[in-house]
């Protein structure tokens, strides 16, 4: 192309010469240019994704682009089976796994993201601890479990706090995302991209309570991503995840986290239970300066889930 330019030139006269030289240029820089925007608009997300990432939790070099997995068509996660990871809580060091990366329905571990942007909002100001959250039909109505919220009436950010992280109640999820996010649709949009920017990228959220939704998936190690943030990032709030038992309008409601109490060192985080998924657990423990979170996914009963968590804390703590 450049030897047939500089022909056309030499055999012009001058001012075509002239002319054709100044076109040349101009299309040469109009070709910068474009390259120019488009490297200046990929580098903003990929710097926003490597400021906003944890540290590492190393991803296998077999997995499966996060953009593909985002997209899993309905049903593609695995019913009732089984996956596990254990990680270091300080460094995320990988200290085991199974299945890690294959992807499962959350169920109420999906509440960990409900409280994150719920803490999220506190932290920036946009609500405090005595903020009245209203209830709207919607969340009056969701099934248990629940704390019995009544449409039209109100709960307090603390309150609610409490409900998510002790009795996993859907009423309440559903409260927080339409305060939070005008509607649960909106809210979910922003639990996913959240997700991607603490390094989730196997995970989507449509709804803030687990509640079954195939569309709604995630794996063992997005979920030890999640934990690891909530207890570094939120620690002033993680006491939130130990307590054992809380009370609104005079019930007392008991954790459903049995490890509370029962196993040395545990201090959260939230279990989760659907048809679909079996049972969930994202367990954090402590023990002589040693911090690990262990996720547990497809448990076949809840006391065969708390064992398996159990030896994994033994084993690794």
């Not at 997209?71 to 996956?83: E, I, K, T, W």
């Not at 559903?174 to 920017?197: C, D, H, P, W, Y």
């Amino acid at each position: 192309m450049h030897a047939l330019t500089t022909a056309a030139a030499t055999a012009a006269p001058r001012w075509r010469r002239a002319v054709l030289a100044l076109a040349v240029s101009l299309a040469l820089a109009g070709c910068q240019t474009a390259a120019s925007t488009s490297q200046q608009a990929a580098r903003p997300q990929a710097a926003a994704v490597q400021v906003a990432a944890l540290p590492a939790l190393p991803t296998p070099a077999a997995a499966v682009p996060g953009s593909e997995l985002a997209l899993a068509p309905q049903g593609s996660a695995l019913r009732r089976a089984h996956a596990a990871i254990v990680v270091d809580a300080a460094t995320g060091a990988v200290l085991h796994e199974e299945d890690a990366d294959s992807l499962r329905y959350p169920a109420s571990l999906t509440k960990m993201m409900t409280l994150y942007l719920l803490f999220d909002a506190l932290s920036e100001g946009r609500v405090r601890t005595d903020t009245p959250l209203v209830i709207s039909a919607k969340a009056a109505s969701q099934p248990p479990a629940r704390i019995g919220l009544k449409a039209g009436g109100n709960l307090t950010v603390s309150q609610a706090i409490q409900a998510l992280a002790v009795k996993s109640a859907n009423d309440v999820a559903i409260a927080v995302a339409e305060n939070l996010g005008g509607s649960e649709s909106a809210f979910a949009a922003q639990m996913t991209a959240k997700a991607r920017s603490l390094g989730m990228r196997h995970t989507r959220f449509v709804n803030a309570s687990g509640l079954p939704d195939p569309r709604q998936v995630t794996t063992a190690r997005d979920m030890a991503i999640l934990s690891r943030a909530l207890k570094s990032r939120h620690a002033s709030r993680a006491s939130a995840f130990t307590a054992r038992s809380f009370t609104y309008e005079g019930r007392s409601f008991q954790a459903t986290n049995n490890l509370l109490g029962r196993v040395a060192g545990v201090d959260g985080i939230k279990t989760g239970y659907i048809r679909d998924s079996g049972y969930n657990l994202a367990a954090s423990a402590h023990r002589g300066g040693r911090s690990v979170i262990a996720v547990v996914f497809g448990g076949e009963s809840e006391g065969a889930r708390d064992r398996q968590v159990t030896e994994l804390i033994e084993q690794y703590l």
